[in-house]
């Protein structure tokens, strides 16, 4: 691996990360190109988004298929296809098998609205403010078989201010999200290009 690391983005929906990160790759010196999208969901509105930006975009529909293994095993059918070496999940809202976990385990990421390994699962903010924190968050980490506890690549912290409510906390975690994605991709892209040429 000499190049750019070839990186599939899978989304669900808005497709928000996956701008971001078609957005740095744009950049001469970033070490990932964006190979491919793929969404379960046939009217993601990310995906007119990675066409618009130029980007091989194609939903596996989850519902036409009998079961997960059948979904997953097109997933993965695309991903080889597209020659993924890395894969970055951006609001994908499947769970996946451990079977498929394992596949892509250390080339798969994910980014999840709060600081980890607090709060994992859905409605984040909604629970960060109930809870009465003061600092809510994004992480980027390694998918496991475990939901949103695979290790921790990076972190940002935003407050949590008077009169927020979950759409406000959502707005300011979001910027981060978008720089801290395209950070912790391009860290992850220069560290396997580095082990693949002391290995070559
Ligand atoms: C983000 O908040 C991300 O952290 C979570 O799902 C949301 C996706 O938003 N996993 P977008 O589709 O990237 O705009």
Redesign the pocket.
Known sequence: MTGRVRTAIL?S??????RALIEAARRADYPAEIAIVLSDNPEAV?LTAAREDGVMAKAVDFRSFRGKQDFEAALNAHLMGAGAELVCL??FMRILSAGFVAKWQGRML????SLLPDLRGLNTYERALAEGRTEHG?TVHYVSAELDAGPVIARARVPVLAGDDADKLAARV?VE?HRLYSQALDMVARALRATASQKA
Do not use: V
């Not at 929906?13 to 996956?18: E, I, L, P, Q, V």
């Not at 994910?110 to 609205?113: C, D, L, V």
């Open positions: 989304i929906g808005r497709g928000s990360n996956m990310g951006a609001g994910n980014i999840h609205p994004c979001l999200e």
